[in-house]
C-alpha cells in the first residue's frame, strides 16, 4: 500500500527511537485489498527492543501526530512479548501473519510460531462477547436509524474476520475476503446472510444508506451473529 503520510510517520517513528526501534508492520484490510477510507482504519505493529515509559515516551510525539491525521495508535510489543503472546492472541497473530507489509526493519512476525490449542475455544469467546456488546449497544443506543446503521458498519469487521477463523477452526480453508467469509458461514449455520450482506454493499459503496431497510437488516443482523455463535459453540461441544 502506498500512503504519503503513512511513510511520512514511519520516517517520523525511525527518527524518535533509531536505535530501539526494530520493526514497523502494516497488517489488516491496509493489506488484504479490503481497505475503504471510510470504514477501515491503518493497523500497524511496532516492535521495539524496549517498551519502559521512557521509550514509549520517545515516540509519543511522532504517535500524537499520526492520531491527528485520524488514524488509531499502533500497537507496540517487543519481540520476546509478540512470541509469548502468540497463545492469548491466535487470532489476531494469525490474521498479521497471513496479510502484513513491512514499512521497516525485520519480519518479526514470519519468526512467530501461533499454537493452535486454543484458537477456536478464543473464537468461541469472541464471537460471545461480540454478541453481547452487540445487545449492549441496541439497549444503550436512540430508537434512530442512522444509529442502528452505526451500530451495524462499526461491529462489521470483528464478526466478519471471527466467520474466517470459525471456518479454520472447523478444519476448512480460510475465506479470501469478507463476503466469502460470510457466505461460507452462513452454509454451516444455516443462518440468513442477508444483514451482513447488506451492511458490506454499504460499506462497499455499492448500496446507499437510504437504500438499506434498517429493521429488517438490523433483525437479520442479529439473528445471523445468534445462529453463528450457537452452532459454533455446539460444534466445539461434539469435539470435545
Not at 489488516?28 to 511496532?46: W, Y
Not at 490474521?95 to 473464537?123: C, N, R, T
Not at 443482523?221 to 461434539?238: A, I, N, S
Request: glycine share 4%; hydrophobic share 45%; proline share 4%.
Amino acid at each position: 500500500m502506498t500512503n504519503p503520510k503513512l511513510d511520512e510517520f514511519v520516517q517520523k517513528l525511525k527518527a524518535a527511537a533509531p536505535a530501539n526501534l526494530k520493526s514497523v508492520i502494516l497488517y489488516g484490510s491496509a493489506v488484504t485489498g479490503e481497505f475503504h477510507s471510510k470504514h477501515s482504519d491503518l493497523n500497524l505493529l511496532c516492535v521495539a527492543d524496549h517498551t519502559d515509559t521512557s521509550q514509549i515516551e520517545a515516540i509519543q510525539e511522532p504517535v500524537k501526530w499520526w492520531t491527528k491525521q485520524g488514524h488509531r495508535p499502533p500497537l507496540v510489543f517487543t519481540a520476546e512479548e509478540l512470541r509469548r503472546s502468540a497463545d492469548v492472541f491466535a487470532i489476531e497473530l494469525l490474521d498479521m501473519k497471513s496479510h502484513h507489509q513491512v514499512l521497516f526493519g525485520d519480519d518479526i512476525l514470519a519468526e512467530i510460531s501461533v499454537p493452535l490449542d486454543y484458537h477456536a475455544i478464543q473464537v468461541e469467546r469472541e464471537l460471545r462477547i461480540g454478541w453481547l456488546r452487540l445487545r449492549q449497544a441496541m439497549l444503550a443506543a436512540p430508537n434512530k436509524s442512522k444509529i442502528y446503521l452505526e451500530l451495524m458498519v462499526s461491529s462489521f469487521s470483528a464478526f466478519t474476520a471471527l466467520f474466517r477463523h470459525a471456518l479454520i477452526a472447523l478444519g476448512e480453508a480460510p475465506a479470501g475476503n469478507k463476503r466469502e467469509a460470510i457466505e461460507r458461514i452462513s452454509k454451516f449455520a444455516n443462518a440468513d446472510p442477508g444483514g451482513f450482506l447488506a451492511i458490506l454493499d454499504f460499506r462497499e459503496g455499492k448500496r446507499e444508506a437510504r437504500e438499506v431497510d434498517i429493521e429488517k437488516t438490523l433483525n437479520q443482523y442479529f439473528v445471523f451473529v445468534e445462529g453463528v455463535t450457537d452452532k459454533f459453540d455446539r460444534r466445539l461441544d461434539t469435539k470435545v
